[in-house]
């Protein structure tokens, strides 16, 4: 019983959109799911027959993928055919913080949401639901119905907001077994409508209903609160290395209380990805614009220590390698934002090279996943230097061994398994002494590095 709904549509194939369908498609097999976008890149690439080819890495994705793609699950970049046969539409598109005008800086761009909206309306001749499931300032959902409304062929839209609580490199097991569903609006049937198609796989007591200001806002809430998580620990990851406290132990310690809890207590480099920076700031700003200053500055602060906290990891180098980089071969294992993702969005391994880079250091990084020209266009982002001088003092190899042949030091900037197991002696074999290690994730063992020689310094101890 799917409410009347046949034919759902997404537009963005992007970490949200494609593995969100591909998990309701695969979860509601009578109901056909086409997920649209500009890029024909993107759409070729979630089509193409070898699954290392997807546009998205995630664990168990390919047998999502493989089971439902051509059954009922579709990627096209024909947005119109989709939309127009659509009962229900997802808006799953970037909202990017605004680098132009009002807000630069800090407000999120709702360009690409107001082009859905105006290009839903221009092609719609049946009723839709649609369902914001990016993530949206609070009231965004007044700006679309306006739109449709407004610049619609008079057919009935209902809206409703659906946010996205996945997290990369976990999101299939998250879309399997979700927290909660949140859904906000106002017209029941639509409510039910979308409801169902969950029901098909998460139990009825997970699925949320609110008003739709609720749903929008507890989106960047929760955000908010979970980067504000990792910003304590690390700004308590500063205080334990200089009073001899290990802030694994501390975090242990308060985790146990079972009112903090043990979740999102992992010191680190500092949070990347594309979305809890954004959120922040989109947070602060609307807090600002209805003159709550305490509160922006209260939520801003959080990205303060984030900040900091990477550019304090990179002097850390710097301070311990005699006080100079110049000329040095640091290798860098990692550069996404965390483990098994593809994604470098923010990722706080671009900062720390570019600190370093600053420093005339020479910088060779080994990513299980992420490739070279990834690695360049995040750097280049930055306009810190030329496109032709990042090129000279960095580069991107496909073996770890080969990155740390001869060099000085090695930052550890993303956690994953396989660097646990690497073997160490021939690493420590192949550098120049002493062999330093900047471990900003506290994942190695620091006796095993010690015994080897290693010169060990990890966040927080
Ligand atoms: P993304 O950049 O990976 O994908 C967005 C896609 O939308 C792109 O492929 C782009 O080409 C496409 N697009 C933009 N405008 C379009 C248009 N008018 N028509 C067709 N296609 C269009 O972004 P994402 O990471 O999937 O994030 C999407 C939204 O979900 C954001 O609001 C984000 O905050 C939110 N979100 C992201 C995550 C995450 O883990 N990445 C988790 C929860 C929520
Ligand atoms: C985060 C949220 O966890 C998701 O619920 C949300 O849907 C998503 O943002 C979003 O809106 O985009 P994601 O950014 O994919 O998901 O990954 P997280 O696991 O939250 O990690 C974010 C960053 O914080 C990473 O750089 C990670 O390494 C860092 N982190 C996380 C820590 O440093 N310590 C921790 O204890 C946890």
Not at 146 to 159: R, W
Not at 250 to 255: E, K, L, S, T
Not at 383 to 402: D, G, H, I
């Amino acid at each position: 019983n799917h409410k009347g709904i046949r034919k759902i549509a997404c537009i963005g194939a992007g970490y949200v959109g494609g593995p969100t369908m591909s998990v309701i498609a695969q979860k509601n097999p009578h109901i056909q799911v086409t997920v649209v976008d500009l890029n024909a890149g993107r759409i070729d690439a979630w089509n193409d027959e070898n699954f290392d080819n997807l546009p998205v890495y995630e664990p168990g994705l390919d047998a999502v993928i493989a089971e439902a793609r051509g059954r009922n699950l579709f990627f096209s970049t024909h947005v119109e055919k989709a939309i127009m046969e659509a009962d229900m539409i997802f808006i799953s598109v970037n909202t990017p913080t605004k680098t132009y005008g009002k807000g630069k800086g800090q407000a999120a761009d709702l360009k690409f949401i107001e082009l859905c909206a105006r290009q839903i309306a221009e092609v719609a001749t049946s009723p839709k639901i649609i369902v914001e499931k990016s993530t949206i300032p609070v009231r965004t959902a007044a700006t679309i119905k306006s739109i449709l409304d407004h610049t619609g062929k008079g057919v009935p839209f209902q809206v409703l907001s659906n946010p996205e609580f996945l997290a990369e490199g976990t999101a299939i097991q998250d879309l399997y077994k979700p927290d909660r569903i949140l859904i906000g609006g106002e017209d029941p049937d639509a409510i039910a409508a979308l409801r169902s198609i969950y029901e098909a796989w998460v139990p009825s007591d997970r699925i949320i209903a609110t008003n739709l200001w609720s749903s929008e806002l507890s989106k960047l809430v929760a955000n908010a609160f979970l980067a504000q998580r990792v910003s304590s620990i690390n700004s308590i990851s500063e205080l334990c290395e200089v009073t001899g406290a290990n802030v694994d132990e501390v975090a242990q310690a308060i985790g146990r209380d079972s009112r903090i809890g043990p979740k999102f207590l992992k010191a680190s480099v500092g949070f990347g990805g594309s979305c809890f920076q954004k959120d922040l700031l989109n947070l602060v700003y609307i807090a600002r614009s209805y003159n709550l200053n305490q509160v922006a500055d209260y939520w801003e602060q959080v990205i303060k220590i984030n900040d900091h906290q990477k550019i304090r990891f990179a002097e850390k180098i710097i301070q311990t390698m005699y006080n100079t980089v110049n000329g040095k071969k640091i290798a860098f294992m990692g550069w996404a934002f965390k483990k098994d993702t593809n994604d470098t969005r923010e990722s706080a391994a671009i900062y720390v090279a570019d600190h370093l880079l600053e420093e005339r250091a020479k910088i060779e990084v080994f990513d299980p996943k992420v490739q070279e020209n990834q690695i360049y266009n995040d750097l280049n982002a930055l306009a810190t230097r030329s496109k032709e001088e990042n090129q000279k003092l960095l580069k991107a190899v496909s073996s770890p061994y080969q990155a740390c042949e001869g060099a000085h030091a090695i930052a550890l900037l993303t956690e994953w398994d396989e660097f646990i197991e690497y073997d160490w002696q021939r690493i420590k074999n192949n550098m120049r002494k002493p062999a330093f290690v900047f471990d900003g994730r506290k994942i190695l063992d620091r006796k095993k590095l010690e015994d080897l020689g290693f010169i060990y310094y990890a966040i927080g101890e």
